[in-house]
């Protein structure tokens, strides 16, 4: 429930370790400490000393180091002074010459702070004098958020139309040689963007507006949205309709916040008064989506919401999400005259809440990839045995990535083998994609490298579902560049443009192979049509596992004999250990 102690408060749920902006916290932390540098002149001596925001040993230590080096000045001053103005000041005046009395006097005290900067496009922390950002690299006075993608990540906004115009050249052309435009529609308010975080802490938080305002720019700047794509009208969705999906309790909950100046859920799923009327758009836009796309009134559509969904269950909030835009419009669209809807979830974290919402539901197949690692990445839900439960096992099917780094190749492989297969024996009415941007090259959460082509491809292959209906909805993604330039490839997908470039014959990693083969070895006793795939690939790809396992045990084995073996009477066995030498035995 809503507690109101103070016009900050904290809403149902309490510390978790796990989240999503603790995760960004110690990303921050690794890459450049939250440390400021201040210089503060005492007389015509300047004293650094280091203001740390955590705190602690490491802070003490710097001002020990910095008052060392100083002291070793003054020490050498002393030998021609037996007392500087500065010791004098530091005593308070306690110590002063009895012929004349200084007691009036203060030294002028000046402070130069080293102001920080906060990337518009990562939103990591920079030092005044750099302008661009050590992170990504983007310039702290880019255009992005006017020209979106297309404006240059090394220079600065000057306002310059030039940028337009060769984008709107460069799509003229393409239109010339490109299908008439079929009929996509947007859904995108501009009062969700007031859905914000009041308390400013260490850095901006990571599911800010400027992600819709940035893919927005994008999508104007290359003339598809305003020009090839139609708009919806946006509408706030009814307690009614939010009651197929959530608890009254956490509709309450979500509501109770708009008398709130700033409130949390969870430590990094916060909320202000505007956030729930803009989670009330972003359902209501993307209930009437699925609506106008079963209905026959448009082909497909792309839902540029925010705040998320997928990780909002029935009965909470959590991972920045408020309500489950993806359950509301998959319900919708049963509604409208579906009676079997598929969600496939590319979002980098496991979505949850739609798996909560539909667990034991046949009638809904949740397809989720995402980075899984034993369960100590964010949510740590979503294990690969993870398949269902009352009857509708298999319907749930989860692709859990074991490392950070997964690329085009591994999730274009998972596509072909798993995902493909499963949806199309499960043959849906219609498709919505959970669309994430969050597993990009250079996102700061997800830390993956799946590129717009990637993105571009994968819709590509979900189109050829339900007969191209198909509803792709903004998740997460937080790399103002890689969600936009991701975005722009996935809407001219849905136009009915060709993919950037296809990933042919793609070749997955090894920890990739292994993943969609444990997924296939636990669901192809729920769909028989994987049983072929997973011998197949065990033929195919089975000695390479083998070889990638020897290998590793020698690795092991190299560990096992002590290096001053090396040199004595145990040379030999060192280098049998260490697998420099190798015994023949007779089979």
């Known amino acids: 429930m809503v507690s109101q102690a103070t016009p ?73 002074k037996e007392m500087t103005l500065e010791d004098m000041y530091k005593n308070d005046g306690t110590l002063y010459d009895d012929d004349e009395d200084d007691s009036d006097w203060e030294p002028v005290k000046r402070q130069v702070e080293l102001m920080r900067w906060f990337c518009t496009n990562c939103t990591m922390v920079n030092v005044e004098d750099v302008f661009l950002c050590d992170i990504c690299g983007e310039h702290r006075d880019s255009g992005i958020l006017r020209h979106g993608f297309y404006a240059s990540p090394f220079m600065q906004d000057v306002g310059a139309p030039s940028v337009e115009a060769e984008v709107q050249e460069s799509h003229e052309d393409h239109a010339r040689s490109s299908p008439p435009s079929s009929s996509t529609v ?18 901006p938080h990571p599911e800010r507006a400027d992600r819709l305002q940035a893919i927005a ?81 448009s082909k497909n559509g792309f839902a540029l919401v925010r705040p998320p969904g997928h990780h909002a269950g029935i009965k909470h909030a ?13 319900l919708a669209a049963q509604g409208a005259g ?35 690692e034993g369960g100590n990445f964010y949510p740590g839900t979503g294990a690969a045995h993870e398949v269902g439960t009352m009857g509708a096992e298999g319907y749930c099917v989860n692709i859990p990535w074991s490392r950070r780094g997964v690329g085009d190749n591994d999730y274009v492989f998972a596509f072909h083998h798993i995902v493909l297969p499963i949806a199309s024996a499960f043959a849906p009415d219609f498709t919505i994609i959970s669309a994430g941007f969050d597993a990009a090259r250079g996102d700061p959460l997800g830390c993956c490298d799946v590129t717009p082509a990637g993105y571009a491809q994968m819709t590509h292959m979900l189109s050829a579902l339900s007969g191209g209906k198909l509803l792709v909805i903004l998740e997460g993604g937080y790399n103002l560049r890689s969600i936009s330039s991701s975005a722009v490839a996935v809407i001219k997908v849905l136009l009915g443009d060709s993919p950037i470039s296809e990933i042919a ?56 004999a002590p290096i001053w073996w090396k040199w004595g009477r145990k040379s030999m066995l060192y280098h049998l250990l260490n697998g420099h030498l190798h015994v023949k035995t007779k089979r």
């Open 186 to 203: 947007v859904g995108f308010d501009e009062k969700m963007l007031l859905h914000s975080e009041v308390e400013m802490k260490s850095h």
């Open 338 to 372: 579906a009676k079997k809807v598929l969600i496939v979830d590319w979002d980098v974290h496991h979505g949850n809440g739609t798996q909560e919402i539909f667990d034991g539901n046949k009638s809904v197949l949740y397809i989720s990839l995402h980075r899984h």
């Open 217 to 297: 720019a994008s999508l104007a700047t290359a003339g598809i949205f305003p020009g090839r794509c139609r708009s919806l009208p946006a509408r706030e969705i009814t307690k009614e309709e939010l009651q197929m999906v959530h608890s009254s309790e956490h509709i309450d909950a979500v509501e109770m916040t708009s008398h709130m100046f700033s409130s949390y859920f969870t430590p990094d799923t916060y909320a202000n008064e505007h956030s729930a009327r803009a989670a009330r758009i972003a359902a209501g836009l993307c209930a009437d989506l699925a609506s106008t796309i079963i209905s026959g009134r």
């Open 318 to 330: 959590m991972g920045f999400c408020l309500h489950n835009n993806a359950a509301v419009a998959a």
């Open 8 to 80: 900050e408060s904290r809403l149902t749920g309490g510390e978790d370790d796990n989240s999503l902006h603790n995760q960004v916290d110690e990303l921050l932390c690794q890459e450049l400490p939250e440390r400021q540098v201040i210089l503060e002149f005492e007389g015509t001596r300047p004293k650094p000393y280091f203001s740390d925001h955590n705190g602690g040993e490491n802070s003490a230590l710097g001002v020990r180091a910095a008052e060392d080096d100083l002291n070793s000045d003054v020490e050498a001053e002393e030998k021609q």
């Open 505 to 560: 014959d793609a070749v997955p990693s090894k920890a990739g192979l292994r993943t969609v083969l444990e997924v296939l070895k636990i669901q192809r006793s729920y769909w028989p049509s994987l049983e072929s795939i997973f011998w197949e690939l065990q033929s195919q790809w089975g000695m390479f596992l083998v070889d990638n396992r020897r290998k590793q045990i020698r690795k092991r084995r190299r560990v096992l």
